[in-house]
């Protein structure tokens, strides 16, 4: 694996690159307007369009109901939590877990305390919490599709593709294994966009791409076989 970490974040920063419109750069967006100190009316607006971008706002959505303001109770949870914003000065470790997981719990009471409209509530999933979560902080990877795929390819992870306590023991751990090669993804994101990018955003980026990657050769492996 330690081969293939480096190789993939250039893969996944080279596509997210090919456009000034791209929706990979939400992400970029959103982190650099939670990167100020003190709370604003716009970081509604910068996490809503963030998770709208980021495949949360889809038809079945509770979210796609409501409008930006339903995000307010999220922002102040998430400032009221500084020591978990990742920044160049300034990270997380395994030592952290009790935080983020009582910030996922009070992340989900609140989505799940907003009433319903037209008959539906909002569905504080692992998904949406550890978007929002990875949009602002930059302190967990987002449990989504095709990162739970990267996951599950790796033996030693299959059992850790759900947000909990130990599948982030494990990710932390993956963490401080391949230190020098996150290292030098950092590095190389710096010097092709000129913007940091934590550790956790790198282990998300990486596995992403890894189950991304995955599912395009199952396709194309179906197709070949259709085709026969």
């Not at 000034?20 to 307007?33: E, G, I, Q, T």
């Not at 796609?64 to 997380?92: I, M």
């Not at 989505?111 to 978007?131: A, C, E, N, V």
């Amino acid at each position: 694996m330690k081969e293939q970490i480096l190789p993939t974040i250039k893969k996944y920063i080279g596509i997210a690159c090919e456009s000034p419109y791209s929706r990979y750069k939400s992400w970029d967006n959103c982190r650099l307007a939670f990167s100020t100190t003190e709370q604003h009316a716009y970081h509604k607006l910068e996490l809503a369009f963030f998770l709208a971008s980021w495949g949360m706002y889809r038809g079945s959505s509770g979210l796609l109901q409501r409008n930006h303001l339903v995000h307010q109770g999220a922002v102040d949870l998430l400032y009221a939590t500084p020591s978990l914003k990742c920044t160049e000065s300034q990270g997380v470790t395994e030592a952290d877990i009790d935080e983020i997981m009582e910030l996922k719990k009070r992340l989900c009471e609140y989505y799940q305390s907003i009433p319903d409209t037209d008959g539906r509530k909002i569905s504080p999933t692992d998904t949406l919490i550890s978007k929002i979560m990875l949009g602002t902080h930059s302190c967990i990877p987002a449990y989504d599709q095709f990162f739970i795929n990267g996951l599950q390819i790796q033996n030693e992870y299959k059992k850790h593709a759900f947000f909990n306590r130990e599948s982030l023991v494990k990710l932390f751990a993956f963490a401080k294994e391949y230190e020098e090669e996150i290292a030098s993804c950092q590095h190389y994101v710096k010097q092709k966009i000129n913007t940091y990018y934590p550790v956790m955003k790198i282990v998300d980026m990486f596995f992403w791409q890894t189950g991304y990657d995955k599912l395009l050769a199952l396709t194309e492996a179906c197709k070949k076989e259709t085709n026969i």
